[in-house]
C-alpha cells in the first residue's frame, strides 16, 4: 500500500522560475514530513520538514506548505538554480512509533539554465 | 563532523553468492535504519536499530536478509543467497534517537546481482 503519493514523477523548470512538487499522504496518524534531495550517487539529504501544526514553514528558497484537512503538502523551491537538478522525495512517519519514514515515488527535478 | 560511512560503494556479485554491506553512523547516534531503494524509488525501511536492539525488522526478509549492530556503533547487512531481485542500493542512516529526529543518510552501495 503506497501511503505517500508524489506529483509529478518529473519537472523541467527553467532557472528563476517555481519549481512545486505535490504529495498526499493516506495515513492520519503521521506527525513528521520532511522533503530529501537526492543527487546521483549520493543518499538523501534532508531539505526541510514541518510538523502538522504549522502550515507553512520557510527555509532561504525552500517552503513547505501543509494542508492538514486536505492531507496534502507541498514543496516550493523559489528561483530555482541548475543546482538544484535533483531527485526530491517526500516522506512521512510517525515520531512515536520510531520514525520509520514512508518515501513518496520521487520528482526528478531539471532546472534549465 | 564526518558523515555516514558505509562499504563497498559498489559490488557486483552472481546470484546465489552471499554478499555483505557494512556501515559506520555518525558519532553519537544511537539509531541506525538500514534502506532499500530500487531504481526510481523512493527508499524502503528494512531494519531499525535502538543501539545494538533491532526494535523493528518487520520489513527484512529474514529468509535471506540478516543484520546485526555489535556494540551498538558498525553495522553490516547481510543477504544470503542473493537473488537477481535482490540488485538495489542499500542505504544506512542514522539520528540522535528515534522519533521525528533528522535522519542521516550514508551514499549507500549499488549492488548488483547477475
Known amino acids: 500500500q503506497q501511503q505517500v503519493k508524489q506529483s509529478p514523477q518529473s519537472l523541467i523548470v527553467q532557472k528563476g522560475g517555481i519549481s512545486i512538487i505535490n504529495c498526499a499522504y493516506e495515513n492520519t496518524a503521521f506527525d513528521y514530513f520532511p522533503w530529501y534531495q537526492q543527487f546521483p550517487g549520493k543518499g538523501p539529504a534532508l531539505l526541510i520538514a514541518i510538523r502538522p501544526d504549522v502550515s507553512e514553514k520557510k527555509e532561504g528558497r525552500f517552503t513547505i506548505s501543509f494542508n492538514k484537512s486536505a492531507k496534502q503538502f507541498s514543496l516550493h523551491i523559489m528561483d530555482s538554480q541548475p543546482g538544484d537538478s535533483a531527485t526530491y522525495f517526500c516522506?512521512?512517519?510517525?515520531?512515536?512509533?520510531?520514525?520509520?519514514?514512508?518515501f513518496g515515488e520521487g520528482t526528478q527535478l531539471t532546472v534549465n539554465p | 563532523e564526518a558523515g555516514v560511512v558505509q562499504s563497498p560503494r559498489y559490488k557486483i556479485i552472481e546470484k546465489k553468492q552471499p554478499v555483505a554491506f557494512w556501515c559506520n553512523p555518525i558519532?553519537?547516534?544511537?539509531?541506525l535504519y538500514w534502506y532499500l531503494q530500487n531504481l526510481g524509488q523512493g527508499p524502503e525501511l528494512l531494519i531499525r536499530y535502538e543501539n545494538e536492539e533491532a526494535v523493528d525488522d518487520s520489513q527484512l526478509p529474514k529468509d535471506r536478509f540478516s543484520a546485526e549492530r555489535l556494540k551498538g556503533v558498525d553495522s553490516t547487512l547481510k543477504i544470503q543467497p542473493a537473488e537477481l531481485g535482490d540488485s538495489a542500493v542499500y542505504l544506512c542512516?542514522?539520528?540522535?534517537?528515534?522519533?521525528?529526529?533528522?535522519?542521516?543518510f550514508g551514499p549507500g552501495t549499488r549492488l548488483t546481482v547477475t
Open positions: 558519532s553519537g547516534h544511537n539509531t
Open positions: 542512516a542514522s539520528s540522535l534517537e528515534s522519533g521525528g529526529h533528522e535522519q542521516y
Open positions: 516522506a512521512a512517519s510517525i515520531r512515536t512509533s520510531g520514525s520509520r519514514l514512508t
